[in-house]
Structures are given as C-alpha cells and as structure tokens.
C-alpha cells in the first residue's frame, strides 16, 4: 500500500467496564507501558498518511498519551459502540485515503509485521474486508468468524450472541482488521443497535459486506498471543506476561545471564550489555541502561539509572535517576535516590542512602549513612553512620568534601560546610565549621572516666534489693576501696562528682 492511500484508526474511547476501574481501559499498563502507546509503536513503522485515535472516556488523558507520538484524535461522545467509533473516526480522515487499518486499542501485543501482513493480504484479495482473526485455547468473550460451508467469511457472532454450536469455535476476531473505505462507510452508516447494549458493533458491518455480495478475507495470524485483548485484570496480567517473556528473550539473545527469569521485570527502553548477570527478582525499569559485565544482585530495582561496565549492584538496592560508572559497586541494601553519581570504582554499602550527590573516585561510604547534596573527592572515606545535615527544614544546603578525607564514623556535617583535602574528622562530630586542608576537626564534649562508680552503683542497688530482715544489722565500718590505676593513686568509689 503507498503511504499515501491508507490510514490506521486506533479505538480508544471505552471506558472498559469490566476492569471495574477509574482509570480508562486503554491506560491501563502492560509491559512497562500504557496499552494505547503500544498499539501506536506497532503502528509507526507502516507510516500511514494519518494515525487517527478515537477518544472519547477521559479524552485528555488518552489525548496526551497519543498526541506525542503524532496521532490525531476524533472525539467520540458518548460512546456507542465500536461501529459508532468508526462513524466518528471518519470526519478526521483525509477523503483520498482509499484503506484504512482499524486496530482495537486494547490489543497491545500486535507487531508491525503482522499489520503490514494484513494490509498486504487485503491488497492482493482486493477485499472490501480482511479480518486478521487466531485460533486460541479459550476463546470465551470474543467474538467468533463463522464461516460458510465452502470455507469464506459469513459473518462475526458477538460472544454474547453465540448459538450452542458456535460457540465451540475456536477462529476468534481479533478486533483488527482491514477495510475499503468506501465499501464500508454504506455498511456502517446502515447499522442498527441489535444487541442489549444498544451499541452499533462494528463486527454487524462484516454480515452486510457479505450480503452485499462483497469479498471478505479472514487471516489467521501466525502467533496468537498478537492479539489478545485487555477486557479484564486477569487479560492484563496475562498481556504483561508475553511482554515481560518476549523483552527478557531479547536481552538473553543480547548475551545477558537472567537467573530465573520468569521472576525478573525488563521495561520495553531497557538496554543490558553482554555479560551480565541478572539474579532473580531483579527489576529494570523506565531507560535504565546497563553496560557490559555487571552483577545485578537479587531484589534489586533500578529505574531510569546508568550502569557503566563491570558494575556491582549487591542484593535489594533500589536505585533511581542515579548514574554508576565504571567498577562502581553499592549494596547490599542501599539506596540511590535522583542525581546520586558514583564515580569509577567507588563503594556504597550496606544501609547507605545518596540523594543529589558525588561519590568520587574509589570514594567509599560503606555502612549507614546518608549524603544529600554532597560532593565528595576521590579517595575519601566516609565513616560509618555519617550524616550530612542538609536541611533546616526550609532550605537544603550543601556539603563539600575534598580528596582523601578521612570521616570518622558517626559525624554530623551541618550544611554548608567544606572539609579541604587531606583533611581529618575525629569520630563523632558536629561539624558546623569548614576544616581546612589537612587538618584534624573534631567537635564533641570532653570525656569524663568516674573510676569505681559502676561498680559502686550496682553494690548499692543489690542492698536495695534485698528483704529487710536479710540485711546485716549495722554498716560495715569499712568501705570498699577500689584500687584504680589512675595517678598511681588509690580513690573511692562515689556515685557523685
Ligand atoms: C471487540 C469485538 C469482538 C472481538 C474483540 C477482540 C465488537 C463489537 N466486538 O469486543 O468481536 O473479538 O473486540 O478484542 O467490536 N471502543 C470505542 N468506542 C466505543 C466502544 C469501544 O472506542 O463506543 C473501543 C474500546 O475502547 C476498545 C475497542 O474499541 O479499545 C474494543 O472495545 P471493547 O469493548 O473492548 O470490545 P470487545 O468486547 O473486546
Ligand atoms: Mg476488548
């Protein structure tokens, strides 16, 4: 077909009742995406004079999700009915278009190729109709071809219209089909609402093409899965499944390892480089890219992040809008919220959280800690159980730390502040004063050692204790001295200073 002879209509004004949902049925997300923008990626690659999508329940939204992908939209108000929808579809098509391709836009699984198949087939038969239908396992709830005895087309029975014999048959319509425009307008324009929701069904249009004495064609396609439909929860689940198998086949063809795979979640723009190793129950989601060589370990979830080669991802690390470079390694249990970077080969350990913050080169922050708009030199390490004090509740300020610092564990860095290279903080700071270069900052109260008095106190509490008859009747006259290693000089116990 020229590009210039035929356009594709996308019916996407249902509410989708039986999802039972508030949400627009083709909204609705299977395999990483809406159920509308998958039927319009299958449809690009034809290049159609027009993509048309009949909109209709909560038109904006499904307005907004196809618009960017250049579709045009037709407003269906009220809905009534699939046949209607095309009648709608009409006013947005060019009137040299000579074919249309009409898709369902609750069938998300259907390829580009299968669409060029049909449009093929049509042409070739010089059909005024070709039905691209399947033969499937079960196939309660669609819409089945009844064929005459010499094998053509007589017509599609709606489900719910079936006679006891029909509904045995297996041949389902898949909602996609392809028509001469101007054999079907006549039909559509002539149906009438005979079935109890009172719709003009489009599938009544085929019956009068035959009546009419007009050629129609049914083409089975080759992979019934293509054209599942979404009327229920379980029929997007089962939608999700095919997707999810098919991208995780394609990124095992790719050379990735995928370690029980049914149980790993791969969105349609993910990329993964060879030699990877997926483990299970791993999610990759949104454009996350992941290079050559890496270890994705077990639960972890990873959206809209760059993994450089030879990256380590220890089990259940969440990681979001983060980039990780070159033999780079977090986890286990860490968190990388928007804008955390780690330079090659730095460390985030366990119980970690970054958030809009460098790591530097072989920087390492390795045990319960959190960075927030922090930049930190290469070298460093940060102590356990460090915390930048980003925010004072109004506004987030940030923390500089220069090259080879040394943190000592438990230290609190209050924003802003700067720690120069080479610099050293003691264990258990506050540190609301920059530190310069090289030197020692330490911010704690002094120690105090009270020699003896443990020991006094727990001597004490055992005599409160005991019953009063039990205790001896005078004090002895002696007290204990403790004998401590302090001065050289002996001391005496005391609870107080
Ligand atoms: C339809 C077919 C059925 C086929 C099945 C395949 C009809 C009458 N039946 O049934 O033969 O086996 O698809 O999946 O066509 N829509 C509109 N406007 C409307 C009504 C529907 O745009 O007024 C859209 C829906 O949003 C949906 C598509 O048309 O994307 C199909 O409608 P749906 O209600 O899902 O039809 P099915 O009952 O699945
Ligand atoms: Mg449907």
Redesign the pocket.
Known sequence: MATTDFVIV?????????LKSAL???LHRAGGRS??EHVVRACLPLKAREIVA????QAEDVTAAVAPLGVRTAL?Q????????ML?ARRAIPSRAKFAIL?????PLIRAETLAALARAHRETGAAATILSAEIENPA????IVRRDDGSVAA?V??SALSDDQRAIRE?????YCFTLAKLWPCLESLRPR?VHK??????AIATLRQKGENVQAVLAGDPDE?????TRADLAAVDAVFRRRKRAAIMDAGVTVEMPESVLIDPEVTVGADTRIEPCVQLLGKTRVGAGCTIGTGSVLADTVLEDNVLVKPYSMVTSSHLSRGAQVGPFARLRPGARLEENARVGNFVEMKKSVLGEGAKAMHLTYLGDARIGSGTNIGAGTITCNYDGVHKYPTTIGKRVFIGSDTALVAPVRVGDGAYIGAGSVITKNVPADALGVARGHQVNKLGWAAARRREMAAAAKPAKSRPRKKSKRRATVRVAHRGKPRKPSHRR
């Open positions: 996308i019916l996407a004004a249902g509410k989708g009742m039986r627009a049925k083709v159920l509308v009949v909109v209709g329940h269906q009220p809905q009534r009915g699939t046949g209607h929808a709608v898709l369902p836009g609750d069938a709830g669609y819409g089945r599609i709606e489900n389902i319509n898949s909602s996609i079935n719709e003009l069904y489009l599938t009544d054209v599942l439909g979404c009327n």
